[in-house]
């Protein structure tokens, strides 16, 4: 079994943080462009879409940490990584939703919708796949889970005013639509990179 | 080789594993739907207006097939042919809808009235009402950016001469349009009626005159001369009891300003009916 890394509160909190704000799964990974430009028209839906990212994530990884390191690690096959984490992800997401329904209707109305859209979404198998690569162990790896889906949030709920305020302007007839929208995101992404090492040297 | 066969037994087992217990999982947490409601969906136009009361066409749908007492005809842009639908799938009488229409309560546009500034803002009525009540002189009226003509699934609402106009004959009455409009000037009205007050501004009579020439100025001779009785002027603003009227016309050739309007409205319905 390989070296797990373990972290002390101050380790975990950099951890959350850093996910947050440095290592962006949107605006500094470019895993998950999809649903951010997708469903980060409205507010309600973009915080929606990020609250379901949420959820899936931290459920992904407390599924599949466990996977890895006692029943693929052992037995060798660590390389099947991606096709199981795939499997079980999808399996789970739509274990939640038949669940949800079952016994919370109201979140499900409000979920529900995104549910399906995220079940094999890059950005919740890339932070499970990232977890095991970091060696983080099972606390840093929900942390960080959790740190990711905020980003994720933190993310759609920006770029979803950014959005609206491109709405109303008048841009350039050959811009309009998802070429202005793109610029758009390249520039909020840039804007995230000002975030780059301030965490590390913030807690140091 | 071995390896490979593990792999693979390895990755079925978990396969079959989840997919064991999604079975499980679906028919131990199965919840119970309506073997009806999809069909009373997919009767139902699914422009989610709103028109009907409920929570666009699902919370129709779904009120329906919970409660026997609420009504089929509540669907107005459907009108009769989905009252008829929901009538035959729920085994209940069949009612007829009441067709109607937007209308909107003002014709100021830029021959009667003008504009007390030049606006360059946002191009839509919420925002240029937030700037001294729109850039027209009368705050009351029609702003002209076509917020309304936005929201309209039938594209009926046209901006014309700065202000808005709907074209009843293509209105299915799903009164998206009402609630747009930042000053409240579109509201439903059967569509049998033929006589409309178009003005909404509630100043005294030499106000109103002094911004728009088309404005009701509350002098009150509809109200002496309608030969039913059907209008009374409250706020200095006419308006008509549709129960009295006859549509005999009368009041809107003894208007002062015009702002009576005698005209066919007739929603998309009733001309789709006629031909």
């Given amino acids: 079994m390989t070296e797990l890394a373990h972290f002390d509160f101050k380790g975990l ?26 469903v980060s028209k409205k507010l309600d839906q973009a915080t929606g879409m990020s609250i379901a990212v949420i ?15 006692y029943l693929l690690n052992p037995n060798g096959m ?25 016994y919370v209707p109201s979140l499900h109305a409000t979920l529900g919708v995104y549910l399906p859209l995220i079940t094999t979404n890059c950005a919740v198998l890339g932070v499970t796949i990232l977890n095991i690569d970091e060696q983080y162990d099972f606390v840093a790896s929900m942390v960080n889970s959790l740190g990711s889906g905020l980003g994720f949030m933190l993310a759609m709920v920006l770029f979803a005013g950014v959005r609206s305020r491109i709405e109303n302007c008048e841009a350039p007839e050959a811009f309009k639509g998802l070429p202005i929208t793109l610029v758009a995101a390249s520039i909020v992404s840039v804007s995230f990179f000002g975030f780059a090492g301030v965490i590390e040297n913030l807690f140091s | 080789m071995n390896e490979i066969y593990y792999a693979i037994i390895a990755v079925s087992v978990i396969g079959v594993i989840c997919a064991v217990l999604l079975a499980v999982a679906s028919k131990v947490m199965a919840v119970k739907e309506d073997e009806r409601f999809p069909a009373i969906r997919a009767c139902l136009p699914g422009a989610n207006c709103g028109a ?59 021959t009667v009235t003008s504009e007390k500034m030049d606006y360059y803002g946002m191009k839509s009525c919420a925002a240029a009402r937030l700037l001294y009540g729109g850039m027209g002189k009368c705050t009351y009226g029609c702003i002209g950016l076509g917020d309304c003509a936005k929201v309209c699934p039938n594209n009926a609402i046209c901006l014309e001469n700065g202000i808005a106009h709907v074209d009843t004959r293509r209105c299915s009455g799903c009164g998206m349009c009402t609630k747009t409009c930042p000053n409240h000037l579109i509201s439903l009205m059967s569509d049998v009626e033929k006589m409309l007050v178009t003005c909404s501004n509630t100043e005294k009579g030499a106000s109103v005159r002094g911004k728009c020439s088309h404005g009701c100025i509350g002098c009150k001779k509809c109200a002496r001369e309608c030969p039913v009785g059907a209008i009374t002027v409250e706020n200095n603003l006419a308006s008509i009891d549709y129960d009295k009227c006859t549509d005999c016309g009368h009041c809107a050739e003894i208007c002062v300003t015009g702002c009576i309007m005698h005209e066919d409205f007739s929603g998309i319905h009733r001309v789709k009916a006629a031909e």
Avoid: H
């Fill in chain 1, 13 to 38: 909190v950099i951890i959350l943080m850093s996910a947050v704000f440095v290592n962006n799964y949107v605006l500094s990974k470019f895993l998950g462009i999809c649903p951010f430009l997708g």
């Fill in chain 1, 55 to 69: 959820v899936v994530m931290l459920f992904a990884t407390a599924v599949t940490w466990p996977i890895q390191y």
């Fill in chain 1, 78 to 102: 660590g390389y099947m990584q991606t096709i199981v984490f795939i499997l079980v992800i999808a399996a789970l997401v739509q274990l939640v939703e038949i669940a949800l329904k079952k």
């Fill in chain 2, 52 to 110: 009907c009361g409920y929570a666009g066409c699902d919370g129709y749908a779904k009120a329906l097939v919970e409660d026997e007492n609420v009504k089929t005809n509540l669907c107005i842009p459907g009108a009769d042919a989905v009252s008829r639908q929901l009538s035959e799938l729920l085994g209940v009488g069949f009612e007829d809808v009441v067709e109607q229409v937007a209308v909107i309560k003002c014709k100021g546009d830029c």
